[in-house]
């Protein structure tokens, strides 16, 4: 939505584990890299030419292996070329990304958004597609460890592998307990509710735009109203997860029918001591 008016090229998550070396040429090795100071020589140099749009067409003919492949390389090369030629913003979106926001602010100059999302929402979502996550990805970054998340080292070590509620619980509290450092020691950063976005979208996208110095015209207006309609789905397929038009306001307790009355409760004790700074107690109704 924040790439409707056209001011701004969307990048897609390029600290995915999985992302293609088109975008960006240094490989990532964890889920959720963690990016300071003391590390990023390998990736300041790959950023600053992503943010360049300067595209590694033989990194990724190299890398090809499929049509799929083939036709991600076309989208994402017709994308670089247009926010190169037109002087284009680049506007990346990684969840992944999280605990190195500091650094894109400091290192790379970037405006940061950060979106919250209910606990138990999060958790569901996981749950549904079937998504596991392994904490050793965390674990196995000694410098994410020390900055942020030695707190939870105890937790993350004696999780159970096939427990997705705690899993997705212990995701969520340590994420969104890292995001609430963060409204302290980065008040610059724009942190907003995935709920107050879905309850009112248009003023929401319009605040937003306005904070980041984005012309709000009418195709925006349309774009945003598309995409939240009641005429949409209440919830995306599992084989069209990426899609993004639904009925906003509808999907947003979905997960009150995606889980029982014991999980919901579960999640709610887990992430009690975070979610609490974010949702009151009403929102678990």
């Known amino acids: 939505m924040l790439a409707a008016g056209g001011e701004a090229v969307y990048?897609?998550?390029?600290?995915?584990?999985?992302?293609?070396?088109?975008?960006?040429?240094?490989?990532?090795?964890?889920?959720?890299?963690y990016i300071c100071a003391e590390n990023e020589e390998i990736f300041l140099p790959a950023f600053?030419?992503?943010?360049?749009?300067?595209?590694?067409?033989?990194?990724?003919?190299?890398?090809?292996?499929?049509?799929?492949?083939?036709?991600?390389?076309?989208?994402d090369w017709s994308l670089f070329a247009r926010g190169r030629l037109g002087r284009k913003r680049p506007l990346v979106k990684d969840p992944f990304a999280i605990f190195s926001a500091p650094w894109f602010a400091a290192r790379?100059?970037?405006?940061?958004?950060?979106?919250?999302?209910?606990?138990?929402?999060?958790?569901?979502?996981?749950?549904?597609?079937?998504?596991?996550?392994?904490?050793?990805?965390?674990?196995?970054?000694?410098?994410?460890?020390?900055?942020l998340l030695e707190p939870f080292r105890?937790?993350?070590?004696?999780?159970?592998?096939?427990?997705?509620?705690?899993?997705?619980?212990?995701?969520?509290?340590?994420?969104?307990?890292?995001?609430?450092d963060y409204r302290r020691q980065h008040p610059e950063f724009i942190i907003v509710r995935h709920e107050d976005l879905s309850q009112e979208p248009l003023q929401g996208f319009r605040a937003l735009y306005q904070s980041l110095g984005l012309t709000f015209v009418p195709q925006v207006q349309q774009a945003i109203m598309s995409a939240s309609s009641a005429e949409?789905?209440?919830?995306?397929?599992?084989?069209?997860?990426?899609?993004?038009?639904?009925?906003?306001?509808a999907n947003l307790h979905k997960w009150?029918?995606?889980?029982?009355?014991?999980?919901?409760?579960?999640?709610?004790?887990?992430?009690?001591?975070?979610a609490a700074r974010y949702y009151p107690e009403v929102d678990w109704e």
């Open 48 to 75: 600053h030419e992503m943010l360049d749009f300067r595209y590694h067409t033989w990194d990724e003919i190299r890398s090809l292996r499929s049509r799929k492949d083939a036709g991600r390389m076309a989208r």
């Open 256 to 274: 009150k029918s995606r889980l029982s009355q014991d999980e919901i409760k579960r999640i709610s004790h887990l992430t009690a001591s975070v």
């Open 154 to 180: 105890k937790e993350m070590e004696t999780i159970q592998v096939d427990d997705m509620i705690a899993q997705g619980s212990l995701l969520w509290k340590l994420i969104y307990h890292v995001v609430d």
């Open 232 to 249: 949409n789905p209440e919830e995306l397929s599992k084989s069209a997860m990426h899609a993004y038009k639904l009925d906003s306001r």
């Open 108 to 147: 790379l100059g970037c405006r940061v958004v950060i979106t919250v999302r209910h606990p138990a929402a999060f958790a569901s979502s996981l749950k549904r597609l079937e998504w596991p996550f392994e904490f050793k990805d965390l674990l196995e970054q000694p410098l994410l460890m020390r900055d």
């Open 11 to 33: 990048i897609s998550e390029p600290l995915n584990a999985w992302h293609r070396p088109g975008v960006l040429r240094a490989p990532t090795r964890h889920w959720y890299t």
